[in-house]
């Protein structure tokens, strides 16, 4: 062969543009890399976010639920076994004077209320320890003074 001649095939062209390739190749492969683990992370903040408005949304409509008469009315029914006045509040027992089992949604409930006893004197403790506005006199009105 000769020396301008072709080498194992290939010329110097080839060479060369072989060359500008690999070079491109290396400059744009950490480029494109980059650009992909940002558009992954800017979709995991998309989805982020929109879990977060769906949590605030969850919580404005519970906020709407609990200003409204009827629906504060309701819970305290349920929860806490109040009567309207004038109504009666009924509790089923069986034949022998024991009350209905609960559903298994109540017992869980009865469950997650009861806790240890220690838990339970402790919040009794922190609540005795507070004041409730009826604890605090009213500076408007006369003060009784103490009989001797």
Do not use: C, H, K
């Not at 890399?33 to 558009?39: D, I, K, L, M, P």
């Not at 404005?60 to 006045?85: G, I, K």
């Not at 009865?110 to 806790?115: D, E, I, P, R, W």
């Amino acid at each position: 062969m000769t020396e301008d001649g072709p080498v194992l095939g290939l010329t110097r062209r080839a060479l060369v543009l072989i060359a500008l390739v690999v070079i491109a190749l290396a400059t744009l492969v950490p480029t494109l890399n980059s650009y992909v683990s940002q558009r992954q992370q800017l979709a995991e903040a998309r989805a982020e976010v929109a879990r977060s408005q769906a949590a605030v949304d969850d919580m404005r409509a519970q906020v709407d639920r609990w200003e409204d008469p009827a629906y504060v009315a309701a819970q305290a029914r349920e929860r806490l076994l109040f009567a309207m006045p004038g109504e009666t509040r009924y509790r089923l027992t069986d034949t022998s004077g024991r009350d209905v089992p609960m559903t298994s949604e109540q017992r869980v409930e009865a469950a997650a209320s009861q806790g240890d006893w220690y838990d339970r004197l402790w919040t009794s403790v922190e609540g005795s320890s507070r004041l409730t506005p009826s604890d605090i006199p009213d500076p408007a009105s006369p003060t009784e003074e103490p009989t001797p």
